[in-house]
């Protein structure tokens, strides 16, 4: 049922538990002819790791990631190409007291009726741990996009809680902070909101916003592989993901069609309410998406819960956890991206590697 | 490539041009033993049909469906369930003007430079007209899911424009008005909207909900088989869609997390701020999606566009258009979250069909 | 899970039932660009058809094929293809015998234990009418391996009970005799054979060799997506079918390695016991395969079964049936070779499309 | 595109090179509650590994297999679980001259010309090392299988070269000797036989036969997830095989529609030329496939080749090989028999879970 895999032409599977001995994935599908190394992986993932800035959980893995196979003398062969990391910094013992209790706003209760059986070390394989493997494999992605075909990928806070971040956009600064926010300015304020945040033991939710630019038209296709339909699944199935929006989304709703349709020129697009797909094909502008993350759901601060017998208890979460998973969602958002894009890419080369250009292509 | 399907147990392929000689669907997994009529679809896609109020597009198709298979005595015998609709009301001289030009906010522009070729009549693929097939495959899930395992699936327009009808929620006056408000006091009002809106020549969005009640906990898969995750990319692919929100959705970002977390006592849960889903897995409360519907791009006031040369023209829509496609939009999201809900019970019951229950379930 | 459906990016979904209102199918994925007409179908379809002379079933279906969706004035548009041939012909009284009973060597008695009920009537979807639908879609397939890539697909009866066709190969006589033999010169002892065969009301086997010229090496892919393991999936999935070989087939168990490998010179291979596939990739020889076809089950020699009681009953079928259904099979192995072929040469493309020559092709 | 999976609903996708650091699977889909130790799985592959007699090849792998995920204090969970292999005795400087050759009868041709890069040590991905990998994964099949289903599967050598093992039959007698010989009685003309195939230098194919016991009547399903079409896929993905039959096979084309077709009373079916299948679904009886391998291509007897720059070479293959690779491969069939039977129980509980039995189910 590959209910553990994405992607329909280059297919990511990955699997591993939060405090089990190794998390992996396995990349089938992906060219053969690029050189990629461990240490470039180990870079991206370095930008999701938790225990990098005292605004994250402070478990600290190395993300020691080891290419299994799909390579040879470092370049990929065109073979699946399994990549593992093992788990080396986890603290199960954290989570003795859940192991017989479901906590609010976590997955614990529904692996159980699902299963009857969970591994509730670490949030098994419902924690975020997993996204290490979507950040690994989209890194692949972003060097063939980017090297291949001129695309790049960004992703950047848009919002937390109620700050919104829409002030200056300096994309170069986005990876000098540790919240990804492309506004230099506001670093002192956002600082000071986590250091409260922190001290009251409650979360926050964020919206991450990513783009893509260099995206030629015609990638995606009728009717159920649309890109931005791709693009939702591949956005929902992160963790703690309960929005997804792609150009003017939610925001659609009160304009008007005179207003949202985008207007095409000779010289370019006039806006770009669409995100750049139209009837789920991508039309040359930017790909835009934005992600809203809900707060962490695991909090010091005591919640009712029940136990495996049904009784009520209190729930206090111990662990390592994030004040706003949101802060290190930003490497995420890209990876996905980034994946969607390039499976895209194949598909379109697929069935329509030979359609000549019929019509001139407006400038973006 | 199956980029015409979706559903992973329950598989749905759609066909079908606006203007062509037939729209058709081919549902492949459907359980054997449920009795099924085409006048049962037939209602169901009536729902959704134009040309029954003035508010839609005064196409008016007969939309007699025919199942050509997986069908014996009335009732289906496990073999692919094939339905096709002739086309009988297209009126392709209304396009001629297109042929060769590209509309704002169209798929035009994106399917001509992808394929190269494409059916411009009434929007070709691209149409609305398709999402009658989901509509007829949802008639039978919907009906499956009632029957067999008591679960009931309602969606509602929650907001036109800048109207929103989040007053009194009397569900079953739903469908006593064109508009699938439910609030029966506001109709007047909406009416008289749509009076203007018509004269004008603009059009708007809307933002539909939907609610599926009697989901038992268990349904959905970790990672990329999510519940939420398949009704995101369900939802998207409908045509129109820029944003998909599951429980809180996008208010979650400004929420704490004592705040968003569901509380659970052995009486129930406190909250859905989850929408019913918590790890990609049902929680046993109902399952709720919002889902924003652009506003129509086929607008009779003049645009901006080019043509297949790459010239300005200025672009004026004719044929027979929604000046609010979310209108009717409500059957159409149902219809998606009762294939999605019904995929994954067959899902669960693949993988899980012998679990027995280990906990308590909470009452909902 | 798409039961109904075969190819991996050239996606063929097929349903109907042989005494049902209809048959059809979906081929999603096929590319842009290219000419066909329903009349070019048909003639395929007429190759396949019973009733054209005295050696097979006297049903006679027009095979009016109809194109509902996928072409533009002609042309294929990069949507779905949905063809479909209304049943015309079906005599459902014949079968009102066994209706209650299961017929020796038949689906009868598997499908009504798997799906508690079945379409009866002339073996519903178990019949060989379904294969209609592979030929119409492998008509395209052929259409553009040929027109596109050069490729020819060629099949041939090359035995039939104990009648080796090994002698004269006069390719061009093949489409000339009622049984796809390639020996001019037997066709008389084959009339004479099939003559006293139905007088004896028995019926019996037949070898089906196919053969693809023009495969360029590097098609197919590892591990579980081989050329020569989707082209056994495709094959065995046709109706009587026992054995699949693909070169050497079944023989290489008493071969020598000195004898099996296929020596390579500059000037070309010196044999081709591979049937054109190692590790699973074309090697660029011609792709070749064998497929045994068991005889028909249905005999008016009565035979031993059990009704739907479980008791004993004298079967005596009924119907009109081929005393060799081996005889028609040609045009069906020949469409699903086009199809696996067409289907890798989009995977190929997908995967590696800009991949350069690195070595010189051995010329075949 | 997933070509390194197989399995619907049960997905198996595997990854590494015979040379590269690892070799692995995951197994998706797999249901939870079933106790599984690495020790077991290492068990069965101690069956299949080389090096254990000396009619094999001399590598000798530890095959310490390592679960890294998908399960629980020892019991499945339901989630993904992978297996990984690390390489401990490749002997990489074997291959050295072969790194600008191709050698004939071996994949190194096609890799080349398909993916412009290759890993030549070992015969990288397409070396039978990677059937290390399913029959790990058979082994948590087979022990599903047999514990919750009471379903037994069993291979055996039925030919090798011209030698036919068709005389005494002793089931328990295959797993005391080297060649899975199901005759105790020929053991010693078979060590002969291998001795002076040893000293030739050369070697042959081999022909295993596998059954399945205790499978219900209904699993499989119309018309492209056949039982029989996956088992042929199954198998024909298998390194070295070249014809896959079912049932009577091959023979079908010899036989009369009277002699072919099973005749069935209640107390059981008279025959099973079917070997278990009809119309692609189960009908209770064995389900009985036959394999055919070729010889080993890889011989220190010189044979033509042509290397990178299309030059003719002589080729002497060293490393370390088996003379008749069918030797080894039961433990193979057997692994992907237990996995196709294990992937259509899910397919069938999914599509059918409620059916409840309509008609008595004759013994067998």
New interface residues.
Partial sequence: ??????G????V?????SH?????C?I??????MAITAEEIRAELLRRATGRSRHTSQRREAEDV?????T?EG?T??????L?IYNTDARSKDYNEISRQ?R????D???????????WRGG???SAR?TAMRVAAGALARKYLAERLGIRVRGWLA????IELDGRFDEASIDDNPFFCPDPDRIEELEAFMHRLRKSG??????IRARATGV???????????L??????????I?A??????????A???????????????DGF?SN???G????????QPVEVAV??????S?R?P????D?????VEVVTKGRHDPCV?IRATPIVEAMLALVLMDHF?????????????????PT
């Fill in positions: 049922m590959a209910l553990n895999s994405f329909r032409l280059l297919t599977t990955t699997f591993g538990e089990g001995p190794a998390i992996g396995v089938d599908g992906f060219p053969p002819g080891q290419i299994l196979s799909g040879f370049v062969t065109g073979t699946p190409i399994a593992v479901f609010p706003g976590h997955a209760y529904t692996y159980h009726h699902k299963y009857g059986i969970r591994d098994g394989r419902s997993e919002k937390i809680h109620d409650d979360s926050v939710g964020a919206l030629p038209p015609g990638w995606g296709a009728p009717i159920y592989a649309k931005d339909g791709d693009l939702a699944a591949a956005m929902m199935s963790n993901v309960k929005a997804v929006e792609v150009g003017a989304g939610l659609c709703v009160g304009q008007l069609g005179t207003e949202h349709r985008d207007q095409m020129t000779p006039l309410q669409a995100g797909v139209l009837g789920g094909i991508s039309t040359g809203a993350f809900k707060p962490t759901s909090l601060l919640g009712q819960g029940v495996v017998d049904g009784q009520p949101g194949l598909i379109h080369r697929a069935q329509c590697g030979d359609v000549e250009p019929q019509t001139p292509r407006i």
